[in-house]
């Protein structure tokens, strides 16, 4: 699987972006698919993730009510709607896929997943 990240940007505090993450090799109907972000000294965080056993959506608490994940299968993509920027959340996004389904307590484990894209860097300024 080869996946793509796109659409990160510069912009304001309280603006809005849309990542998309593209995929070959495999479609997202069949891997759990999750966002992850880093910043430069700091450990990679997880973002969000749809699981492939139920489709349900993860998210970490601090961009709760703010980002939101989806898919488009006929596209094979999955998005990361981000709505009411902060400047806590510049970081380098990536997205991420593994055959796994992995339980709550586990999906946002970077090691649950098993391919990565390169990141698209995400600043937000004040």
């Known amino acids: 699987v080869q996946l793509q990240a796109s659409g990160g940007g510069l912009v304001q505090a309280g603006d809005s972006l849309r990542l998309s993450c593209a995929a070959s090799?495999?479609?997202?109907?069949?891997?759990?698919v999750g966002w992850f972000r880093q910043v430069v000294g700091k450990d990679r965080e997880f973002v969000a993730a749809?699981?492939?056993?139920?489709?349900?959506?993860f998210y970490t608490d601090s961009v709760k009510g703010r980002f939101t994940i989806s898919r488009d299968i006929a596209k094979n993509t999955v998005y990361l709607q981000m709505n009411s920027l902060k400047p806590g959340d510049t970081a380098v996004y990536s997205c991420?896929?593994?055959?796994?389904?992995?339980?709550?307590?586990?999906?946002?484990?970077?090691?649950?997943?098993?391919?990565w894209g390169q990141g698209t860097q995400v600043t937000v300024s004040s």
């Open positions: 991420a896929a593994g055959t796994r389904s992995p339980i709550v307590s586990a999906i946002n484990l970077p090691s649950m997943y098993d391919y």
């Open positions: 090799g495999r479609t997202f109907d069949t891997i759990t």
């Open positions: 749809i699981r492939r056993s139920d489709r349900r959506s």
